[in-house]
């Protein structure tokens, strides 16, 4: 099946840098992939979408110069988190749509920490 | 807009027992419900996949059915075992192109089975 590969699996980082998050298509061609964010005991709240060759689509509310997401190709997509705050400390989780067989596949997902 | 609403929030079961996850969604033009399971801090692993035109769909001990007109869909897991504590998230994809279909999330059900 469909595999989404989501590295760092982790990651710690002093506010104000940027982290970079990848999601790769290992055995498909990702023309899409959605990204999410979760909060601590809460659902997936999507953020934005991307798309290989045109500019992201981003839900109402997030600040799309804050998280930078670009679609380099159509087995990689990569979210910046820039000049990151303590609030910005997360899980980030992407997914792509796979065959329709096999609905949406999904990342292992970014746990952030901003200190 | 569709709004995703999982019952109950909670779920705590003594081992061997059969259970029932709820999910409802208000607008009934999906293309498809998806089950999910998440680990704590971990992605997404998807559980069964009922496409709009199919009313249930079986994978071992986990049966899902879908009840579009009444906006509903079910989760069951006969014969629970502690492995299957998670949180259970059902999510609906929006009728139309993969760029636009979506997934709406409920808050997930977290399960816990005690040996």
């Known amino acids: 099946g469909a595999v989404v590969s989501q590295h760092p699996s982790w990651v710690i980082c002093k506010s104000g840098t940027s982290v970079k998050i990848e999601c790769r298509s290992l055995d498909f061609q990702a023309t899409t992939m959605f990204w999410y964010r979760q909060f601590p005991k809460q659902s997936l709240m999507l953020m934005a979408t991307?798309?290989?060759?045109?500019?992201?689509?981003?839900e109402q509310g997030v600040e799309k110069d804050k998280f930078l997401i670009n679609h380099a190709s159509l087995t990689l997509s990569t979210l910046t988190v820039t000049s990151a705050h303590p609030e910005d400390s997360s899980f980030y989780i992407c997914?792509?749509?796979?065959?329709?067989?096999?609905?949406?596949?999904f990342g292992s997902g970014t746990r952030l920490t901003v200190v | 807009k569709q709004e995703v609403t999982q019952i109950p929030a909670a779920l705590s079961v003594p081992e061997g027992e059969n259970l029932v996850l709820n999910c409802s969604f208000t607008d009934s033009a999906i293309y498809n419900l998806q089950w999910f399971r998440q680990d704590p801090g971990k992605g997404l692993t998807s559980l069964l996949l009922i496409q709009s035109s199919q009313r249930e769909q079986t994978s071992g001990r986990l049966n899902a059915s879908l009840d579009k007109s009444s906006g509903r869909s079910t989760l069951y897991i006969a014969a629970s075992q502690p492995g299957d504590s998670a949180t259970y998230l059902c999510a609906v994809r929006r009728h139309g192109s993969s760029n636009t279909g979506k997934l709406i999330f409920g808050q997930g059900t977290t399960l816990q089975v005690k040996p």
């Open positions: 991307s798309n290989e060759g045109s500019k992201a689509t981003y």
């Open positions: 997914s792509a749509p796979g065959q329709d067989s096999y609905g949406y596949t």
